[in-house]
């Protein structure tokens, strides 16, 4: 049974309309963290900041103080959005997400509602302006990141204890949905906003407020796309309201991990944030710990599409607007293999077949072709396949750089092996399209 509720949910099931058709197949996506934090880079004194090089203001590992100065530095002379772009794109992303204001507050683009902005940096110009046509230019669609906590604002509470916390936090409402608004007015082809830092308890207690606010942002954009992170229930449930029914259009709880099975998504749209170390979001000049590779997030890019969702990879320029090596060399690895293998991730979802051990399904929307993307490459060279009833397979092709005859052998009623050309090259994640007929009533099996 459910409740009803003024700040709920607003819909069930997924959007239909073309915006969100669009959005669902991106398949890979770009963020960009970039910020004040990427001076500093995790290193502030001599000293080595071990937690993400953003939070650095937050635990006083550099002094606030400090922190709150280096707006007079921000003055990234490497900064080459157009380049950026042309990285993007040949890395295979359809979408990015840039932050125009994370925690601390500074914002890219030139605010009229606070100084705290790159119109009081050295650098005097709009930083997300000339990446949004840069980016649009490319054809990968531009979504902007808005952190509501707002270390900066004077009005910012994370918990509204008195009269005075609770009139501070009028103006810094007010203040939030100037700038939002402001966003919106700024850069139109805006396609839609990712929120974050929407965690504090006096946000949480604005479900009126934020409902309103969402709105007008959707009206002043139709199809303006919005996470589950924005707003919560009149009751303070986040993502999904006090019915269970998600709120906003995808699920934006997937932040440095994944869901391992259909069930986990409940039939939503949803989005992975990756980091490519454990977790840094801005520039760390100093990665320790586990760096994923190409092939490990190529791998978590098959398995979103597999699930239904759409998978994004974090990069974090430094404090002059370079794109460091490693993220260069992740971009450059991924856009190889999409090069080829791209078919497989973009308008693919979610195919109903019994889960094999050699790697993903996923289902192309558009040409119904199912896609076997192989990551174990089995010792036998052979890929079981096991078919739901009425299914005809009608041709498959090793796509990508390797090619050949597969050898198709029916082993048990809709059961068969798939077997590899010898010396098909699997130190890259093997592709191959099936095409298929549904609901056959002429296929027979061999036995
Ligand atoms: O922007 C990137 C990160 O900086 C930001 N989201 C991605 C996309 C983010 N990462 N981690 N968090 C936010 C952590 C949030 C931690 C919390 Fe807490 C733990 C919020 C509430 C409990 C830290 C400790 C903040 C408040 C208490």
């Known amino acids: 049974s459910s409740v009803t509720l003024e700040h709920g949910s607003k819909r069930l099931g997924k959007r239909t309309d073309p915006m969100m058709g669009v959005w669902r197949n991106y398949g890979l996506g770009q963020f960009i963290h970039w910020g004040l934090y990427a001076i500093p880079g995790g290193h502030w004194d001599g000293k080595y900041y071990s937690g993400a090089a953003e939070w650095i203001r937050s635990w006083n590992e550099m002094p606030k103080n400090a922190y709150d100065e280096l707006y007079k530095v921000f003055d990234p002379k490497a900064y080459d959005p157009k380049a950026w772009a042309k990285q993007a794109k040949d890395m295979g992303a359809k979408y990015m997400i840039i932050t125009t204001k994370h925690h601390d507050g500074f914002c890219l683009w030139p605010s009229q509602y606070t100084d705290y902005s790159v119109a009081k940096s050295p650098y005097n110009k709009d930083i997300i302006g000339p990446m949004v046509e840069a980016y649009d230019a490319e054809g990968i669609d531009v979504y902007l990141y808005f952190s509501v906590m707002d270390w900066n604002h004077p009005g910012y509470r994370s918990k509204l204890e008195t009269k005075e916390d609770e009139e501070a936090y009028e103006g810094f409402k007010e203040f939030t949905r100037n700038q939002l608004l402001e966003?919106?007015?700024?850069?139109?082809?805006?396609?839609?906003?990712?929120?974050?830092?929407?965690?504090?308890?006096?946000?949480?207690?604005?479900?009126?407020?934020?409902?309103?606010?969402?709105?007008?942002?959707?009206?002043?954009?139709?199809?303006?796309?919005?996470?589950?992170?924005?707003?919560?229930?009149?009751?303070?449930?986040?993502h999904f309201d006090t019915n269970g029914d998600l709120m906003g259009d995808y699920e934006q709880g997937w932040e440095r991990k994944m869901p391992n099975r259909i069930e986990?998504?409940?039939?939503?749209?949803?989005?992975?944030?990756?980091?490519?170390?454990?977790?840094?979001?801005?520039?760390?000049?100093?990665?320790?710990?586990?760096?994923?590779?190409?092939?490990?997030?190529?791998?978590?890019?098959?398995?979103?599409?597999?699930?239904?969702?759409?998978?994004?990879?974090?990069?974090?320029?430094?404090?002059?607007?370079?794109?460091?090596?490693?993220?260069?060399l992740i971009a450059k690895e991924v856009g190889e293999w999409m090069e080829s293998n791209a078919e497989a991730v973009y308008d693919c979802g979610y195919l109903d077949w019994e889960k094999q051990d050699w790697g993903y399904y996923t289902r192309n929307r558009k040409t119904g072709n199912v896609n076997l993307v192989v990551f174990n490459y089995p010792a036998s060279g052979k890929l079981r396949v096991k078919v739901p009833k009425g299914i005809k397979i009608q041709g498959i092709d090793l796509i990508g750089t390797n090619g050949g005859t597969i050898d198709l052998e029916e082993i048990h009623r809709d059961e068969y092996f798939l077997g590899l050309p010898k010396g098909t090259d699997h130190t890259k994640p093997v592709v191959l399209v099936m095409k298929i007929v549904e609901g056959d009533a002429e296929v027979q099996g061999v036995y």
């Open 264 to 328: 986990d998504v409940n039939g939503n749209d949803w989005d992975c944030v990756m980091t490519v170390p454990e977790n840094q979001w801005g520039y760390h000049s100093d990665w320790k710990g586990h760096v994923k590779s190409s092939v490990e997030l190529i791998e978590m890019m098959v398995k979103a599409a597999s699930l239904d969702g759409n998978f994004v990879i974090n990069f974090g320029p430094d404090g002059q607007g370079n794109i460091r090596p490693e993220e260069s």
């Open 183 to 238: 966003l919106l007015a700024f850069y139109p082809s805006t396609k839609g906003l990712w929120f974050d830092g929407t965690w504090d308890q006096a946000w949480i207690q604005q479900a009126a407020f934020a409902d309103e606010l969402e709105e007008e942002m959707r009206s002043v954009i139709p199809g303006l796309i919005i996470g589950s992170r924005f707003r919560a229930d009149e009751n303070g449930k986040r």
